[in-house]
């Protein structure tokens, strides 16, 4: 019996020791070069923000060159401090300063300020298989951002559900793709937490491409954190083909997958938000569409969808086959159509089944060289 009770004791210890070493080995940030990519993140002192170029990254500091400080501009966006430089200039203005400055995460602004968004959904074919929607799909997104490090205020009765997404965003509007391999794009890591239970109340599930419910359930306040920086490549197009993303939840990993896996690429993703140009989409009791003077906003994030991996899942066969026999044995076809009796019905049955985010769980948001977003859940 002492035998057991010490071997228990051991193998407790070694999984919570063997949690600690992983939750810090993530912690640490594998940057690129400046000479690869410039990692800028924003930071406040003394009330005015500033730009660092980012050098080092051990998951509770960052250390680097206050570009603010050497430019003498204290601009609110990362990629204006760098708008009117040639990335060699940048490049030359790090590598020349001895001044290093460490930051605190908890000094950290959001990557990107504002609120008006563009969002993909079912952007990775596994998303779909386990949403049961075949193909991409444009919607806004209309939310302030918020920092790396995170709290998201839980209101009961929330489905509340996590999604790892890429953000792209360009320093000026862009209103066609036709230069777009030569353009400079940043890069950030964005969850873009949703509530599930709004979204299956108001969805059109005849018709789930045309985003109804998603700006809603998408668009409620904590629900756009950002990374701890954007990174400018010099080549956008290899980088992008690099890149991971992964989300754990309480250290356990829920999502994983790789952006060169994306349905719409980059390319595509630009042409389809161009061409939306007349569409509206229903957001907080009014109409808003993507596009200003039928261009992409510059600093708008791009939030370019989810790899699988998600709490909601589709609806089984078997579920689907019970939920309708209930339909006509109860006369429901009187009040109701057929999928939106099915929708609801799987509402149902995911309130009572609790599986989704609750206070007090720990999220941890990373794409590899764009950091991690850490979020409490209160």
């Known amino acids: 019996m002492m035998n057991q009770t010490f071997m228990s004791l051991i193998t407790c210890a070694v999984l919570y020791f063997s949690n600690v070493y992983t ?28 730009i660092l170029a980012v050098l080092d990254d051990d998951g509770k500091t960052l250390t680097g060159i206050d570009l603010s400080v050497k430019l003498n501009r204290f601009d609110q966006s990362a990629l204006e401090v760098i708008q009117t430089l040639q990335y060699n200039e940048v490049v030359a203005i790090i590598r020349a300063s001895k001044d290093r400055v460490t930051v605190p995460y908890e000094a950290l602004l959001p990557a990107i300020e504002g609120n008006k968004h563009i969002a993909i959904g079912i952007n990775y074919d596994e998303h779909g298989e386990e949403t049961s929607v075949d193909a991409p799909f444009l919607f806004p997104k209309i939310v302030d951002t918020d920092p790396a490090i995170h709290h998201l205020k839980y209101t009961p009765g929330w489905l509340l559900d996590h999604e790892v997404e890429l953000g792209l965003v360009f ?14 794009i940043g890069f950030l890591v964005v969850n873009d937490y949703s509530e599930r ?4 109340r108001e969805l ?3 018709n789930v491409k045309n985003g ?17 920086y954007i990174v400018v490549p010099r080549d956008w197009q290899s980088f992008v083909a690099e890149l991971t993303l992964d ?28 061409a939306s140009k007349n569409r509206t989409w229903p957001c907080h009791n009014k109409n808003v569409g993507l596009l200003e003077n039928d261009c992409i906003p510059a600093n708008s994030i791009i939030i370019t969808g989810t790899p699988a991996g998600v709490i909601f899942k589709k609806p089984t066969t078997g579920f689907k086959v019970k939920t309708a026999s209930k339909y006509f044995l109860t006369f429901s076809f009187f009040s109701h159509q057929l999928l939106p009796y099915v929708m609801q019905e799987h509402l149902k049955k995911q309130i009572r089944e609790d599986k989704y985010l609750k206070p007090g769980d720990f999220v941890e948001t990373s794409i590899s060289f764009l950091g991690t977003i850490k979020t409490t859940i209160e």
């Open 247 to 274: 989300l754990h939840v309480n250290g356990v990993i829920r999502q994983s997958g790789f952006a060169k896996d994306m349905v719409w690429n980059i390319s595509k993703i630009i042409e389809e938000t161009l």
């Open 212 to 228: 109804k419910g998603f700006p809603n359930a998408k668009s409620m306040k904590g629900f756009l954190p950002t990374g701890p």
């Open 23 to 50: 939750t810090e080995a993530r912690s640490r940030q594998n940057l690129k070069a400046p000479e690869e990519a410039l990692t800028l993140s924003r930071f406040n002192h003394n009330g005015q923000s500033h």
């Open 197 to 200: 239970a709004t979204l299956m």
């Open 204 to 206: 059109d599930v005849k």
């Open 171 to 184: 320093p000026d509007a862009v209103c066609s793709n036709l230069d777009l391999p030569n353009q400079r």
